[in-house]
Every structure is written in structure tokens, then in C-alpha cells.
């Protein structure tokens, strides 16, 4: 399992005075490092995800996006044999919601990312063609009991099952409920990415052993065997082809002779798994409100 680095988010907590008659409060979504509260709270909220070498927080209730990186998708090729452990990938959902506040999201999948800024959406969460992706599972899901990643859920039955990604609860998430959090302290959510290779065996390979021999009392006894092994080269990127090379050399003897030969071998060659496009998280906040005739919304409340 990978080690992972998590960045936490600053905790920006910001209030609003309510003035008139009618008492009204706005959740006042900031970035902000520091700024001055009010002594009567009404609402204010604060949103972001971070994950290694990445921090992004939320402005005006907009959806944030992380990516998980080609390089580390590329991990999947140091998978060796037919069966081994997934990857694992963790990224963090944090938040605060002072007063009448409260916060909720989704989390859903954007594009393929090229380095050269190229995207390719995932229709019906298939990947591109070509890509390590497209040649593994991925799982996205709400981590365990001190962030432990190792309960993998199982992937969906039929025409869903075929897709390279599979989200688990992502919808209506609840990163805090209303009006539970006076003092605003920053509330932490961990996310697990599992990824695991598709490991297709190349063959399967019959063996057989057979044995006979002759008893004490002249008898013949006789005996066989037989197995099967699956065979798997390592994982890789499918070939761009194959290439043949000869040489060949002749030369003099001393006695004046005339020696030939030649040798012939051929290589295949990969394409480097360093052009892993990142795959794009998005994560869509709403601010939720402990008066239950006000709908959840992605940038204020009444």
C-alpha cells in the first residue's frame, strides 16, 4: 500500500449580520486565510479537497477538482502474476459550516487530462482507447474507520460492469449536518481509489506425466497426471509493433578462405506509460439549512 501525504485545507470561517425586521441569513462562501467574525452568526461555509501536492478550495459554492495523477495510474503495471493487490490512491473532502449551516456534495468523474492539455471525456465511464485505463478498474469510495482503504466494494452486474470506473455512494454525501458545528472546526472526509490492472492470462498451457513400473510380482502398474498453468507476461501498454533486425559478417582466414555468417532477432516495442493522461474528480458542495422548508443550495440559504 502507498503511503499518501494529505494536505489540509485552511479553515476559513466567515459571518453575517442579519439587520431588519425579517431575519435572514446567507452562508458566505470565503477563501480567505483570516477574517473577522461577527458576534452574531448566521451562516458561513467553507469547502475544498486536497490530495498529494494538491489543495483547491471552493469559491461562491463552485464544484472543486482534484486529479489523480497519470503517474500514479501507471502504477498499475508494477502488478505482477495474475492476482495481486489494487493500487491505492486517497484524496480528502474538508469543510466547515458555522450557524444555520450545513454542508453536502457529490462527487463525480470529469475527464481524461493530457499533459499537453488534450481531454477526453468518459462516456458511460469508459476511458480512451490506448491508455492504462482503459486496461484496469478503478474504484472510487468513501473510506472506512480510520481511513482504511481495504474494503473494496464490489463493481456493478451487467453493462455498467464494463466500465473502467466505478463510483460507490458519491451522491448526497453529508459532510456536516446543520447547525452542529459552533466553533467551526474543519471536518475531514477521507476518499479511496482503488486501481487494479486487468490482468487477462495469455494462455493456458497443458501438462502431462505419466509413470509405469513393474511389482515384485511381475505385474505392471501404470499412472498418469495432468494440469493446466496460466501463463502472463507482464503488464504493459498494447504494442506499437514489432521490429526485425539482422546482421550479418564475413571475413578472410588466413588461408585465404572466405567465412559467413549472419543472426536475426526482433523486438516489440511499448509505448511509454509516462503519457498516462490524469483522471479529473469533481466535487459539487451545497449548503444545506436546519429549517427543513429550505432547500439545499450551492450558494445561499434563507
Known sequence: MRRRTVLSLTVAIAGVMAFGAVSTAHALWTTNDAVVVPELRTGAVTFGASAESQRVLSESGDPVEITLPGSEIAT?????????????????????????????????????????????????????????????????YPAGLGDDCSVIPEGPDGAEAAANIHLTDAVDRTLQEPATNPTGTEIGQTWCVAMLWNHRADGLYVSEASAHGIAVDGSENRDFDTWEAAVAFPASLNAIGVYDHIAWAEGTGDDGTLSRDDSSWSGTVHPDPAGEPGLVIRIDPRVTNANPAVAPGDRSTR
Open 76 to 140: 498499475v503495471l508494477d502488478q505482477g502474476g495474475l492476482r495481486t493487490e489494487p493500487v491505492i490512491w486517497r484524496f480528502q473532502v474538508s469543510g466547515a459550516a458555522l450557524g444555520i449551516a450545513g454542508l453536502d456534495y457529490d462527487v463525480t468523474i470529469g475527464p481524461q487530462v493530457w499533459g499537453d492539455g488534450r481531454t477526453a471525456d468518459l462516456i458511460d465511464g469508459s476511458a480512451e482507447d490506448g491508455t492504462l485505463l482503459a486496461d484496469s478498474t478503478v474504484r472510487i
